[in-house]
T-cell receptor
Framework: KAGVTQTPRYLIKTRGQQVTLSCSPISGHRSVSWYQQTPGQGLQFLFEYFSETQRNKGNFPGRFSGRQFSNSRSEMNVSTLELGDSALYLC???????????FGPGTRLTVL | AQSVTQLDSHVSVSEGTPVLLRCNYSSSYSPSLFWYVQHPNKGLQLLLKYTSAATLVKGINGFEAEFKKSETSFHLTKPSAHMSDAAEYFCVVSVAWEYNQGGKLIFGQGTELSVKP
């Protein structure tokens, strides 16, 4: 069974630009969660989608948004990038809450 | 509110010696607890999970953890460290909302494990 895939793996953007990251979950998984990892703040929850609906959102500004498609693939978008958005963005998929979450390798975003 | 505290930001051991990574949790009800490992430039891999069955949980690669409710602890141990164990380890609590409204994972700050030859 293929694991969680994330594209692109690395991304360099400048302040003010926007970016879209993609996540393909494990086949059959309907829950997709996104996390931001930085040296200062550690791993923080961004949002979770289940069957195309956002069920939960973390404490991030509205510049961070996401969506999920009917095939469970998910995208997250960050608009008006700031230097502080530089981070590793991790996607995780699971059957549902309470089940093991499987993580992708992450997308390393650098904002210059 | 649920939270997780990893008591050591860095632990260094010699190869072949025991490993102890400490974690305390705070939860208003019986929690689901996990340990994840992250190798450099890799995603997170689940080592083991506690979901209110046996209090001693065995995971992959020889790791195990013991859930102690009285001490609100979930420490990770391994009898004999291997060079390949060098990585960052995260203690995690799962928060689930009611009525199947989803949930999230709350991560500790991580413990970096170094293994000396």
């Amino acid at each position: 069974k293929a694991g969680v895939t994330q594209t692109p793996r690395y991304l360099i953007k400048t302040r003010g630009q926007q970016v879209t990251l993609s996540c393909s979950p494990i086949s059959g998984h309907r829950s997709v969660s996104w996390y931001q990892q930085t040296p200062g703040q550690g791993l923080q929850f961004l949002f979770e989608y289940f069957s195309e609906t956002q069920r939960n959102k973390g404490n991030f500004p509205g510049r961070f948004s996401g969506r999920q498609f009917s095939n469970s693939r998910s995208e997250m978008n960050v608009s008006t990038l700031e230097l502080g958005d530089s981070a590793l963005y991790l996607c995780a998929s699971s059957l549902d809450v309470g089940y093991e979450q499987f993580f992708g390798p992450g997308t390393r975003l650098t904002v210059l | 509110a649920q939270s997780v505290t990893q008591l050591d930001s860095h632990v260094s051991v010699s190869e072949g010696t025991p490993v102890l990574l400490r974690c305390n949790y705070s939860s208003s009800y019986s929690p689901s607890l996990f340990w994840y490992v992250q190798h450099p430039n890799k995603g997170l891999q689940l080592l083991l999970k506690y979901t209110s069955a046996a209090t001693l949980v065995k995971g992959i690669n020889g790791f195990e953890a013991e859930f102690k409710k009285s001490e609100t602890s979930f420490h990770l141990t391994k009898p004999s460290a291997h060079m390949s164990d060098a990585a960052e380890y995260f203690c995690v609590v799962s928060v689930a909302w009611e009525y199947n409204q989803g949930g999230k994972l709350i991560f500790g700050q991580g413990t970096e494990l170094s293994v000396k030859p």
